[in-house]
């Protein structure tokens, strides 16, 4: 871990990987029936789906607490990071359709955030890929 810059890339993968994890958990807290409920009724307005949204709902927090879990431990991150930033981008497709600018503004943000994970994996030091290279 000679390279300084081992830190500045745990933390903000350990951020990131922290908001999937937790929006993940939270849906499961709230119910999937009630998740993918708020999902389909947020999503009644546009040409997308009822069913589609629906599953999309409810496998939803199956990943994000995947991805927020790898990314937080450092275990497989380039997957986890690649993963992320397909379910981002998913998500912000789907949050154009419905015309939520300001989501989709946040949106990407993470996609940037996941986007300087994936190009510094190199800078992955401080983590479980990093302890099994040595």
Do not use: C
Not at 83 to 105: C, E, F, H, P, R
């Amino acid at each position: 871990m000679s390279n300084p810059r081992w830190l500045a890339y745990a933390i903000l993968r350990v951020t990131v990987g922290g908001v999937f994890l937790f929006y993940g958990i939270g849906k499961f807290v709230a119910g999937l029936a009630a998740t993918a409920k708020w999902f389909q009724d947020g999503f009644a307005k546009t040409w997308l789906p009822a069913a589609s949204v629906y599953a999309f709902s409810i496998v939803l927090p199956f990943f994000e607490v995947t991805v927020g879990a790898l990314l937080i431990l450092g275990l497989f991150t380039r997957f986890a990071a690649s993963a992320a930033g397909l379910l981002i981008a998913a998500l912000t497709i789907g949050l154009t359709i419905k015309g939520n600018s300001a989501d989709v503004a946040l949106n990407m943000g993470y996609a940037v955030a996941l986007f300087i994970l994936l190009h510094r994996v190199e800078d992955n030091g401080l983590s479980i890929d990093g302890w099994r290279k040595h």
